[in-house]
């Protein structure tokens, strides 16, 4: 039973998005951090978003998921269904930002962004593991299960 579960919780794909998943937050870390003085929390939070959302998308596409389907017509609603979820948790960060910073009066927006960035990660997790890689995934288990049973004969 605990293998199956660290089988399903520890594998290729979910330590590749892990480790992306930190390299897009510290994208938008690093980002956020210098644009929050000149340009304030909330522009920087927008800005240092737009920035992150990008770089996730190529490295979810290539390294996690491994989908190198590159046909245009594919690739638009892949992209609009990737940019439509992580605005989705763009705007959830922007707004949990301003309810912690300006709402409770947290004065450390770093650890405001901290939090928001964990709670982020596990949502863009399932978003792209549930909606917009899933038809790529059962395609490729598919040529898998071709692929290794035309191997073994």
Known sequence: MMDRIRE??????????????????????????????????????????????????????LFVFENFDFRPK?????????????????????VAMIVMVDGLGITQDMLCKIAVSAISLVMNYVFSKLIIFRRQMTERKRDEAGRYGADSQ
Do not use: H
């Not at 992306?20 to 870390?29: A, H, P, S, Y």
């Not at 990737?82 to 960060?93: K, V, Y």
């Open 74 to 94: 594919y690739l638009l609603k892949e992209c609009a269904s990737f940019f439509a979820c992580r605005l989705f948790t763009a705007a959830f960060t922007y």
């Open 8 to 61: 399903k919780l520890v594998n290729r794909e979910t330590v590749s998005y892990l480790i992306f998943g930190v390299l897009t937050t510290l994208v938008d870390w690093v980002s956020y951090a210098f644009m929050r003085i000149p340009l304030g929390y909330r522009t920087a939070t927008a800005l240092s978003q737009l920035f992150a959302i990008l770089f996730a998308y190529v490295t979810n596409k």
